[in-house]
């Protein structure tokens, strides 16, 4: 990060992608020093890493605009592919060897589509894409929305209601859906605040075989909610305290060096105290994303953990970002600082992966529960 990529960020544009032969010199280097499919299996190529194994890596790679924190997508393609979990872990050998393998040893992109216009952050009683059973599969029809790595794409995991009165309780599938799919196209485009390009897809009469079925028939919010737990971890706990942790650094590094009326800003309690408040957000969240990940290690689901991550981690990180651009002023609202661009995307995670406030609405349901039984305890190995 601090020799090959930091130094990279000012000369990338918004999207924070690489361009050949750029991209391959570094995924080259990646690959060669064991950096190359971190959650892969080992025998797609990957390195196999656990939960807690990610969150230490993924910290580092999202302290930089240039493969974390920017418009472009985790990792910029620099680290290689990590298959959806979903699929390595629910998938058929088959799904496995199509699907996930390529995504590790070529780098090919995948997308997620659970959101869509009017079911953001209630997708299980709000989903209006259907999937209806044919001879041979299903046929799909619905539009699914704010995807942002929809161009990278070669296939997708689509989630569709397959029972209107089960819904979220046994009547929603997750399907395998290539990009090349008849039936698929490109609804809209739109640039973001953060220099992402949100896309939604219409299905139309899409045919899915039987074949490309992710799991069990009504089983797919439930697997979709195990996988976002992992999601949520890393994503959003480890992935929030990279830029977090950098954003103090640079705050302090500056805090030391600027003067004012005869003084350096260090010298003043209000930044102190500014530096102090970031530190110990920084620690907890830290604390919090790790004893998260080893219980998913262990097998638990830390449903109430990672809605607590999801939360905390979003809004750390902007915490501590919107004081490191208080503590350098003007300076910080510039491209000279990695400050503002870190913010741009930031201020997405609070609302993707289901609004903060719905994550505070779940963990008070679980908290009020007469037989609260969930009430997170710290891991013990």
Request: aromatic share 8%; glycine share 12%.
């Amino acid at each position: 990060m601090e020799r090959r990529l930091i130094p990279l960020e000012t000369d990338l544009p918004i999207e924070g992608l690489p361009e050949e032969p750029l991209l391959k010199e570094l995924q080259d280097e990646a690959r060669t020093q064991g950096f190359w499919g971190l959650s892969a299996p080992q025998e797609f190529g990957g390195q196999g890493l656990d939960v807690l194994e990610n969150a230490v890596l993924f910290e580092e790679i999202m302290r930089t605009t240039v493969s974390g924190v920017s418009g472009g997508y985790y990792g910029a393609g620099i680290f290689g592919g990590n298959p959806p979990a979903i699929i390595l872990s629910h998938g058929t050998e088959r799904q496995r060897e199509v699907y996930a393998r390529p995504v590790t040893e070529e780098g090919c992109g995948y997308f997620i589509a659970m959101s869509e216009p009017n079911a953001g952050s209630d997708p299980g009683g709000m989903m209006s894409t259907t999937a209806r059973r044919v001879d041979g599969g299903w046929v799909l029809n619905g539009v699914k929305g704010m995807m942002s790595e929809f161009f990278l794409a070669r296939f997708g995991v689509v989630f569709a209601v397959t029972d209107p009165e089960k819904r979220s309780r046994g009547g929603i599938t997750a399907f395998i859906v290539n990009v090349d799919s008849p039936g698929v196209s490109i609804e809209d485009e739109t640039n973001t605040m953060s220099g992402k390009i949100a896309t939604w897809i219409r299905l139309t009469d899409c045919f899915v075989p039987d074949d490309d079925v992710l799991g069990a028939v009504g089983e797919g919010f439930v697997l979709g909610q195990k996988w976002f737990g992992r999601i949520r971890t890393l994503y959003y706990g480890a992935g929030m305290l990279g830029p977090a942790a950098r954003a103090l650094e640079i705050a302090s590094a500056y805090a030391n060096e600027r003067h004012t009326f005869g003084e350096p800003l260090a010298s003043r309690q209000a930044i102190q105290f500014m530096l102090a408040d970031s530190a110990m957000q920084i620690s907890a969240l830290r604390s919090l994303t790790h004893d998260t990940a080893r219980k998913l290690d262990a097998g638990e689901r830390c449903r109430m953990e990672s809605a607590m991550v999801k939360i905390m981690g979003t809004e750390t990180a902007w915490d501590v970002l919107d004081r490191a651009l208080q503590i350098l002023g003007g300076i910080g609202y510039t491209n000279k600082y990695p400050i503002e661009r870190m913010m741009r995307t930031v201020r997405l995670f609070r609302i993707t992966e289901g609004a903060n406030e719905v994550h505070r609405a779940f963990l008070a349901r679980e908290l009020l529960k007469e037989d609260a039984v969930n009430i997170p305890r710290p891991f013990v190995a």
